[in-house]
């Protein structure tokens, strides 16, 4: 289990995407998984773009994970409300930050913590990775075009 200082080191840590040109932004009913590396650790990172299983043009999920299945930060967009351990409800969009012992249990209003358009999937995807600390943004591809 992690201490909520190394999940907060881990999310201020400098990222770079591995191997990719572009990022292609997934269809209604897909997902994109990312490989990213921690600098100057090494430490793998994969994030998570998610449309699968729904038909809700404006529902997404970006999410950050390390070691694969240890969820740092996820971004829900277009969902459900969220009901915090203390019984208290979140509206969607929200963010879910990493809290030792509860792991992403936790919900917080988007605006609360991330400057974003939730309307604007793409722009959220950006400022997701803005808030990763991702340094090298390749630019995202969706349906043909290069935004």
Request: aromatic share 8%.
């Amino acid at each position: 289990m992690l201490s909520d200082q190394d999940a907060k080191e881990l999310l201020d840590m400098l990222k770079q995407i591995k191997d990719l040109r572009f990022i292609e932004f997934p269809q209604i009913g897909k997902t994109q998984k990312i490989e990213v590396v921690g600098t100057p650790e090494n430490v793998k990172f994969v994030f998570d773009v998610n449309r699968k299983g729904t038909l809700k043009v404006k529902k997404c999920t970006y999410q950050t994970r390390y070691q694969k299945s240890v969820i740092l930060l996820r971004v829900d967009i277009g969902g459900q409300e969220h009901m915090n351990p203390d019984g208290k409800i979140i509206p969607c969009p929200h963010i879910h930050i990493y809290r030792e012992g509860y792991d992403d249990s936790w919900a917080y209003p988007l605006d609360s913590k991330l400057d974003t358009d939730p309307s604007d999937l793409l722009q959220a995807l950006i400022d997701f990775l803005v808030y990763n600390h991702v340094v090298n943004r390749p630019p995202i591809y969706k349906k043909g075009d290069l935004l």
